[in-house]
């Protein structure tokens, strides 16, 4: 399930959005790799503060059409390969996107990417948390363990 949305101009012309209400629907991050890749296309690489902007909008849209989305993270298409913990000065130079994209852009909420343990990435979208240093956890990127539920 999920909102398709599609733009005529852009290089990536349709979207696609799956927020899951019920936590039991939510999947890991190779399970949504693998949904996404079912459905002929890919977990999103956000490559320019454009599409990251274009994404925001989606999903304040989707928040205001009344559908009861709530906390709850998404799975982007970025992550970090290789064995073990990576130590933090390299760590951020090691995340690629899983489409292939060579994109440089990256949006990090303030004092991530964490490494150690979490390899995989979501956009935050919490509405309801407190805001931390950064400011509130809406939208800026969040490392996470690729076996969490999004």
Known sequence: SGQKVCYGALKRSCYKLAYFQDLSRRVGFQEARQA????????????????????????????KSGSGISDGDFWIGLWRSGDGLATSSVCP????????????FRNWYTDEPSCGS???????HQPTANPGLGGPYLYQWNDDRCNMKH
């Open 118 to 124: 979490e390899a995989c990435v979501v956009m935050y």
């Open 36 to 63: 996404c890749e079912m459905d002929g296309g890919a977990l999103l690489s956000l490559e320019s503060e454009a599409e990251q902007q274009l994404i925001e909008n989606m999903l304040q849209n989707l928040t």
């Open 93 to 104: 130079d090691l995340y690629q996107w899983a489409d292939g994209s060579i994109s440089p």
